[in-house]
């Protein structure tokens, strides 16, 4: 994490985590709202109000930075890179900068969208969000806080005047996050099965249609697509560190056909098994 102070009562923060989980401990603090973009990874967040909250590439977050104290992210992808905003509405009304002045902004009606207690905000990813946050991750360092000044400026002018009924991302609670969780746990310690929807269903007491909408909402894909890539790296992994047969390594990943799982390895990594074995075999 890299936190650069913008404005009085405004902080910054460039995070880049490659790990399964980060926890987070600050004060409980009502009247801070906390903003978190996130650029490429996933976040699984188990907020204080019992809501886990679900950002992909693009998507935007908001609430109350008491929601958040002592809370854990789960990177359901393993890695997470984004930027977090910090804003003390009430020093921020009380010190406004000048274009929050003259566009004479709500402060108080900002929080009281974004900053209710048991509440948290969540907007996919649209192009106003990308052009505000996009060109912060490439710059070099001695342009970042002059950037966040106008983007941070540029964020809350469009947050004032954001229609609340426009489309937002969906909530779930967190035994809701458990049980998806526990469904991929199932899936990947058993690669070499293959599972229908009505199958999993059945077996974690969960209907369809909530299980497909809640394992994308986790891993940011549909689960015949996610489970066909999680196959095709976990075979690539083998074809580098072991001596099996190709064979081998497709049932072993859930593939009676040798012919068919070959094909699914090009269509995920642009050539087939033997090629990419030989390839990694040149590279060492």
């Given at each position: 994490m890299t936190v650069y102070r913008i404005f009085p009562g405004v902080e910054a923060a460039f995070h880049f985590f490659l790990a399964e989980?980060?926890?987070?401990?600050?004060?409980?603090?009502?009247?801070?709202?906390?903003?978190?973009?996130?650029?490429?990874?996933?976040?699984?967040?188990?907020?204080?109000?019992?809501?886990?909250?679900?950002?992909?590439?693009?998507?935007?977050?908001?609430h109350s930075a008491a929601c958040q104290a002592d809370s854990v992210m789960q990177l359901p992808i393993g890695y997470y890179e984004g930027i977090?905003?910090?804003?003390?509405?009430?020093?921020?009304?009380?010190?406004?900068?000048?274009?929050?002045?003259?566009?004479?902004?709500?402060?108080?009606?900002?929080?009281?969208?974004?900053?209710?207690?048991?509440?948290?905000?969540?907007?996919?990813?649209?192009k106003?969000?990308?052009?505000?946050?996009?060109?912060?991750?490439?710059?070099?360092?001695?342009?970042?806080?002059?950037?966040?000044?106008?983007?941070?400026?540029?964020l809350l002018l469009y947050l004032s005047f954001r229609n609340p009924k426009e489309q937002e991302l969906s909530q779930y609670c967190s035994r809701q996050t458990e049980l998806i969780k526990e469904v991929h746990h199932f899936l990947t310690q058993n690669l070499n099965q293959r599972y229908t929807i009505d199958e999993l269903s059945k077996r974690y007491l969960i209907n369809t249609s909530s299980l497909k909408e809640q394992?994308?909402?986790?891993?940011?894909?549909?689960?015949?697509?996610?489970?066909?890539?999680?196959?095709?790296?976990?075979?690539?992994?083998?074809?580098?560190?072991?001596?099996?047969?190709v064979a081998q390594i497709?049932?072993?990943?859930?593939?009676?056909?040798?012919?068919?799982?070959?094909?699914?390895?090009?269509?995920v990594f642009q050539m087939l098994p033997t090629q990419y074995r030989k390839k990694c075999q040149n590279e060492r």
């Open positions: 989980q980060v926890s987070f401990h600050h004060p409980s603090s009502p009247s801070v709202l906390a903003i978190s973009h996130c650029r490429t990874g996933r976040i699984d967040w188990n907020l204080k109000n019992d809501n886990s909250e679900y950002l992909g590439a693009g998507d935007l977050s908001l977090s905003v910090f804003i003390n509405l009430k020093q921020l009304e009380a010190e406004a900068p000048d274009i929050l002045k003259e566009a004479n902004i709500n402060i108080q009606n900002i929080y009281r969208h974004y900053c209710s207690a048991d509440h948290s905000v969540f907007i996919p990813s649209c106003e969000i990308e052009y505000i946050f996009m060109p912060l991750y490439d710059l070099p360092e001695d342009l970042r806080i002059p950037y966040f000044k106008l983007k941070i400026q540029e394992f994308k909402a986790v891993y940011g894909m549909p689960i015949a697509a996610y489970m066909k890539e999680y196959r095709m790296k976990t075979a690539a992994s083998m074809l580098r560190k072991t001596t099996d047969s497709a049932v072993s990943v859930g593939y009676e056909s040798q012919s068919k799982f070959s094909n699914a390895f090009r269509d």
